[in-house]
RNA sequence: GCGGCUGUAGCUCAGUGGAUAGAGCAUCUGUCUUCGGAACAGAGGGUCGGGGGUUCGAAUCCCUCCAGCCGUACCA
């Protein structure tokens, strides 16, 4: 059975059974046709498809393309999806019948949100893996973009079909974590009246002095040592500890949850990944020792240098943990698609990484590291570098709080990940058209007080036959919503999120258009509700089709879908 | 220097091989005594950063130049 899923793929099996029926009838000379020529018109007045078959046979068939175009139509078996196809030049356009476009409303309703499911990612397990910053500090406003884009990806490949994790790679060991006890420490001494100066390259910020006294308060002077001694190293891991817990707190009030939190230092204990990685890559001849430290020898492998991955102190680079992880990633578990969700500072690392996991064994086309550029916050036209309240860098708890999650979430989607963004705190909060949010959410709750309403006048969706849903407007809403499937498959092919919230706001334009359509011809038998009872039956239907669409994409994007405002 | 991302309407951005390059906002003109006006219809507005090339066809692919941002650690 064709559905919306399936309708262009079986367009261009139409397609192709047309020319093999010229080719029989000798209107054709037997060229080789490529497949898949069939897209969507920009101009939907071209029709709901279009096949550009004949432009690329013009030369191999020896004909100009319009006539062989028109050679192709004629054998166009008659089909009940589509209406006969039409030229225009040499496109061959393809409308969906009504009847067809009727059917998926009922489609939609007997499937409920899974009516866009579909299964490119049948069988195959996917991770997802974003946001993994630093334990050391808060998350800030970046985080959060990438926080949008993983875990509405991650929903997306479900939606295609994937199972799915949604990873956090916890950085608990390194450097870095040593920066962050040396720091905490201070602060910690500070509050016992010692003079520990913050480290010059630690971490300044004031929520360190923060994370101290809360360990003051559970464990006193427990960790303090004498003065001139090192940070004890159960309070660095202390301190971890609690800033995964905020981080933690702050991904669930923005809506992200986490199958799994996987820790670095665990890469390093019992059968340990480090361990198998390095004796792979010795084994395989990329280690060299030079001036006391390992390097792996990443140019042999295309790489424009060579790159340390234990340090002439005997201690691994993240480097070598990132290895590890990824071969933890694709051999351990197997995965059979990786995305990675990094800020664009981390672009360096791109292609070392892919090296490394295809010379540990991994498939480095499997992995997808995804890339997403900074955020500028705006109030209106002026740049906001610093939070008022703390003097310090805006933490995505503040971005929750002043602009609510839906609306975060909704902009960090709006924008390609690869384009630098400008996030406008003032448009974000402005409960008006010119803000997207409101305006898809809106029509949400408009489609869901229309069923009230219908309701309160015993009136429901049951027995309404879609086949009296036969007004332009009616069908142009119903069009819309058949595209969610299409939009699954670009997203989950291509991992660009962007596409859901664009269509969400073409989905909500075009409910808009429909009910408005009704008001302006000033005729109430064009209302949904009408004293026509199976009319009004019909019209339901295709509104509680409308809502779960449109409940659907936000629903994918992480946004909530309100019933009333 | 080398490498990556970006450059499209006044603004913020979609569109990555197909038809007259689109959307939202902004501006202007209208609609409806509103099943929720947080609505709808229409108009104006473009050297797709410049130049060259490939192709039946280029915003899209290739080369080159320009501009902005980011990277180029025994940091992550």
């Known amino acids: 059975m064709v559905d919306a899923r399936s309708v262009r793929p079986h ?14 009838a000798g209107e054709l000379p037997d060229v080789a046709a490529p497949g898949a020529t069939v897209e969507r018109p920009k101009d939907s007045t071209n029709g709901d498809f279009a096949s550009t078959l004949a432009m690329r046979l013009g030369r191999a068939a020896m004909r100009p393309a319009p006539e062989i175009a028109a050679v192709i139509a004629r054998h166009v078996a008659s089909d009940p999806a589509v209406d006969p196809p039409t030229i225009s030049g040499a496109f061959i356009n393809f409308r969906l019948s009504d009847r067809f476009v009727q059917s998926e409303v009922e489609r939609c309703i007997a499937e409920g949100a899974a009516f866009a499911d579909i299964t490119v990612g049948a069988g195959k397990r996917a991770q997802v893996e974003f946001v993994s910053a630093n334990p050391t500090g808060p998350l800030h406003v970046g985080n959060g973009r990438g926080a949008a884009i993983g875990d509405a990806l991650a929903s997306a490949l479900q939606a295609a079909g994937y199972a799915v994790e949604r990873e956090y790679y916890v950085n608990d060991a390194g450097t870095q974590t040593d920066t962050f006890g040396e720091t905490l420490y201070a602060r910690y001494q500070q509050l016992f009246g010692r003079e520990a100066p913050v480290p010059a390259d630690g971490y300044p910020g004031q929520y360190m002095a923060g994370l101290a006294e809360e360990i003051k308060q559970e464990a006193g002077d427990r960790f303090l040592r004498d003065e001139g001694e090192p940070c004890p ?3 660095a891991q202390l301190g971890i500890e609690l800033m995964v817990r905020h981080i933690r707190r702050t991904l669930d009030a923005f809506g992200v949850h986490y199958d799994r939190w996987f820790s670095e230092r665990s ?7 480090f361990d198998t990685v390095m004796g792979l890559l010795r084994e395989k001849g990329y ?9 792996f020898t990443s140019s042999d492998l295309g790489e424009g240098k060579d790159n340390v991955v234990i340090r002439s102190d005997g201690r691994p680079t993240y480097y070598a943990s ?16 990786v995305i990675d969700v990094w800020g664009a500072d981390h672009h360096g690392h791109v292609s070392r990484v892919k090296t490394a996991t295809g010379a540990v064994g991994g498939d480095g086309d499997a992995l997808h590291i995804l890339l997403y550029q900074l955020v500028t916050l705006k109030r209106g036209s002026e740049v ?3 939070s008022k309240r703390s003097g310090e860098i805006i933490t995505l708890d503040e971005l929750i709080e002043e602009v609510g999650r839906d609306a975060a979430r909704f902009f960090f989607l709006l924008r390609s990940p690869g384009s630098q963004m400008d996030f406008d705190l003032d448009l974000a909060v402005k ?23 219908a309701k309160e006048q015993g009136l429901t969706p049951d027995g309404g036959d879609v086949a009296l849903l036969t007004q332009p407007h009616e069908l142009a809403l119903i ?4 595209r969610l499937p299409e939009i699954i498959e670009t997203v989950a092919n291509t991992f660009e999120p962007q596409h859901l919230p664009h269509y969400a706001m073409a989905l909500a334009t075009a409910f808009h258009t429909f009910n408005d359509a009704f008001k302006q011809q000033d005729d109430s038998s064009l209302k949904v509700i009408t004293d026509n009872a199976e009319l009004s039956r019909a019209r339901l239907r295709l509104v509680l089709a409308a809502k779960i669409a449109l409940a659907r994409v936000l629903d994918v994007m992480g946004v909530d879908a309100p019933e009333r405002m």
């Open 11 to 24: 367009i261009d099996a139409l397609i192709e059974d047309a020319v093999r029926a010229a080719v029989a």
């Open 233 to 235: 190293p159960a309070l």
């Open 267 to 273: 890469l390093y204990e019992g059968e340990s990944g």
């Open 287 to 295: 280690l060299a020792e030079r001036e006391g430290a390992t390097w």
């Open 322 to 337: 990132d290895i590890a992880y990824h071969y933890d990633k694709f051999i351990r578990r197997g995965f059979d698609l």
């Open 384 to 386: 906001v570098k610093l």
């Open 431 to 453: 409960q008006s058209s010119e803000n997207p949010v409101f305006y898809v959410q809106y029509a949400h709750a408009r489609l869901a007080s229309i069923l009230d309403r």
């Open 479 to 482: 069009r819309e919503m058949m």
